[in-house]
């Protein structure tokens, strides 16, 4: 709620606050969108006998809010997602509250009985580890929608299940070779068994969504966001994509008329079939957009893919089924030469550069092209970050800090389940396997931390993430710690869904912590997870939301 003549101060009180690291037992008090004490007592100061009921009374100008028992926290960052692909899949056929085969087909089945005029079935949220081999197949999609084109994401984000329909409007057929930057999955005669990875995907053109249409995705995405405590992230990819609009309208225009609430940092994509030469079309999308709580200041470089479908960059080959070397080492996505002289010249014109680095190969390129880029221009401010991080040979872990790299986290695939115990692990190896997702190693060696979801690769709950962070397994599932060395403390982990995101967008002078002359962008918890066990911390709601003092979400309303 923002302050009006009536209402000027909001004090937060009955609970504990998260200052300065730890959970307190003091009071917070807002006004006209900033904080402006945090101390003990401060409801009773200002409003002198003020009653509480439904969580908020006013008195003499002053709302008190009741914490109930919760803890009051800065609102949480997203330091990586793709919130307007990821709203426009709610509106689409969305798999992605589901793991079981029989669902998805009962999903697709009545999507397509409750859009019989779409011309295509759109959407995904599956999951790789639900089929044999990670493999999906166009005959099952046939069955349940045979004259009609099916084109639908993997929950990574790295690959599509299509029907035969779709892939005869693409043209693509046994003869049809696989692109450098992606493969075609082939049943044992080269006909396409339905899967496309990477690069393939682009092979098959479908209907954009109109602009409508991502305007409403994102609008889903930014209520959704709010729920989970979320007021701002960073866009990690500013482009289009297949079946999406350019998004970098679609933010622009949300933030001019006032509808973006969330503070939005965008990052420009890296086109990886243009070089050097699209750098001034990145320095004009910069000039224009920044918007209200928008602003495109970072740029995407995707280097390589991801360790399920073999297409993360490895230092060593990938194993087979039998445990013995390939000749596979994952794929390179933009040419190294290019990569080093796109970072230098990028880092000297004042952008962010954000990286998609999984194997470990790849995450030593980004370290070699930001120390080349160090040595070129000097130590900047820009921020830079490495995101997923899931395999990282230990003589780089140093390096992050040394270079002033952020670790850009994603915490919940830290563990145990299917798609890394059956289509990651073996395909590693027992040394290399133990080397993933090394957060306590990182914390250790004093790299800077954020953390994101990658939404809608996972889920953007941010308090999921924390508690597999702080435990290596998640909540209900597999208990099973997944290499417990590299856990975070819940003082960590929280510091890097809100300190350490706000960081790396640049936004740590005004939110991220919760203290004096900061924005209220707030979140009220339903406990204090310092106070409870740590396996309990999933269990954590958020009852509500403030940016700017402004009430965005309310669980009880």
């Given at each position: ?235 990690a990819m500013i482009s289009a994509y297949p079946g999406n609009p350019d998004n970098y309208d679609v933010y622009r225009d949300a933030a001019r008329s006032g509808e973006l609430k969330a503070r939005v940092v965008g990052a420009l994509w890296w086109d990886r079939d243009r070089g050097l030469e699209q750098i001034p079309d990145l320095v004009g999308r910069r000039a224009n957009g920044t918007v209200g709580r928008f602003a495109a200041t970072s740029v995407k470089l995707m280097l390589d893919g991801i360790a399920e479908n073999f297409t993360a960059a490895m230092l060593a080959p990938y194993l087979d089924r039998c445990g013995c070397p390939t000749a596979n080492h994952g ?227």
């Amino acid at each position: 709620m923002r302050g009006d003549a009536n209402e000027t101060v909001t004090v937060f009180t009955g609970g504990s606050v998260y200052v300065d690291g730890a959970s307190r037992h003091v009071d917070v008090a807002v006004r006209d969108g900033r904080i402006t004490a945090v101390g003990a007592d401060l409801a009773g100061r200002a409003a002198g006998s003020a009653r509480v009921a439904d969580g908020v009374a006013g008195v003499d100008g002053v709302a008190v809010v009741d914490l109930e028992g919760g803890l009051l926290i800065p609102a949480f960052q997203d330091a990586h997602n793709h919130a307007v692909f990821a709203g426009l899949q709610l509106l689409r056929c969305d798999m992605s509250g589901q793991s079981e085969v029989g669902q998805y087909l009962e999903t697709i089945a009545d999507y397509a009985k409750r859009h019989p005029d779409a011309e295509w079935i759109l959407g995904g949220g599956w999951s790789m580890d639900s089929f044999p081999g990670g493999v999906p197949t166009r005959q099952a999609l046939d069955a349940i929608v045979p004259d009609r084109p099916v084109l639908l994401t993997v929950r990574d984000g790295h690959g599509a299940w299509a029907n035969t329909r779709a892939l005869e409007l693409a043209g693509i057929t046994a003869d049809t070779p696989d692109p450098a930057d992606g493969r075609i999955e082939r049943e044992p005669d080269g006909t396409p068994i339905g899967m496309l990875q990477e690069g393939a995907v682009d092979l098959v053109a479908v209907p954009i969504a109109t602009a409508e249409e991502a305007r409403q995705g994102l609008l889903a995405a930014q209520s959704y966001l709010f729920s989970l405590g979320i007021s701002g992230w960073q866009d990690a990819m500013i482009s289009a994509y297949p079946g999406n609009p350019d998004n970098y309208d679609v933010y622009r225009d949300a933030a001019r008329s006032g509808e973006l609430k969330a503070r939005v940092v965008g990052a420009l994509w890296w086109d990886r079939d243009r070089g050097l030469e699209q750098i001034p079309d990145l320095v004009g999308r910069r000039a224009n957009g920044t918007v209200g709580r928008f602003a495109a200041t970072s740029v995407k470089l995707m280097l390589d893919g991801i360790a399920e479908n073999f297409t993360a960059a490895m230092l060593a080959p990938y194993l087979d089924r039998c445990g013995c070397p390939t000749a596979n080492h994952g794929l390179e996505f933009i040419d190294p030469d290019v990569l080093r002289d796109a970072v230098a010249r990028l880092d000297a014109l004042g952008f962010q550069l954000h990286f998609h680095a999984l194997g470990d190969r790849a995450v030593r390129q980004a370290l070699d092209v930001l120390e080349h880029a160090r040595a070129a221009n000097g130590a900047t401010d820009n921020r830079h970050q490495l995101a997923h991080l899931q395999v990282v040979h230990p003589d780089d872990i140093p390096r992050f800090a040394a270079l002033g790299a952020t670790a850009n986290i994603q915490a919940f695939w830290a563990a145990h389940e299917r798609q890394m115990d059956e289509l990651t692990i073996p395909f590693l190896g027992t040394e290399r396997s133990a080397r993933q997702y090394p957060f306590g190693d990182l914390a250790r060696a004093g790299a800077h931390i954020a953390a994101g979801s990658d939404w809608n690769v996972s889920t953007p709950d941010p308090l999921l993430g924390i508690h597999v962070a702080v435990n290596r397994s998640r909540i209900g599932e597999n208990p099973a710690p997944f290499y417990p060395e590299q856990a975070l403390t819940l003082t960590q982990a929280l510091s890097a869904y809100t300190e350490g995101s706000a960081w790396i967008n640049h936004l740590d002078a005004v939110a991220g912590t919760i203290a004096v002359g900061k924005y209220a962008d707030l979140v009220v918890l339903d406990r204090d997870p310092f106070a409870r066990p740590a396996d309990e911390i999933g269990a954590t709601r958020v009852r509500r939301t403030y940016v700017e003092g402004e009430l965005v979400f309310a669980a009880d309303l």
